[in-house]
C-alpha cells in the first residue's frame, strides 16, 4: 500500500512570462501541493506558472 509520502512525482513546470520549462522531481504534500524545491523562474516570475505532475514508474 502506498502512502502520500512514498509516491514520488514528475513535476513539470512552465513559466508563462518568458516560456522556460523546468522539469523536476518531488513529493506531494499533506496540503495537497508538490515539493520540488523550485522558488522561481529565471526571469524571476513567482506566481504565473502552469504546474503538471505524473506519478514517477
Known sequence: MFFL???RYLVTIRC???GE???L???RTEKG???TGFKR????N??????DATPEK
Open 33 to 35: 501541493q508538490y515539493e
Open 41 to 44: 523562474c529565471v526571469c524571476g
Open 16 to 18: 508563462f512570462q518568458c
Open 5 to 7: 509520502e512514498d509516491i
Open 46 to 51: 513567482e506566481s504565473s506558472l502552469h504546474i
Open 21 to 23: 520549462k523546468f522539469i
Open 25 to 27: 522531481r518531488g513529493k
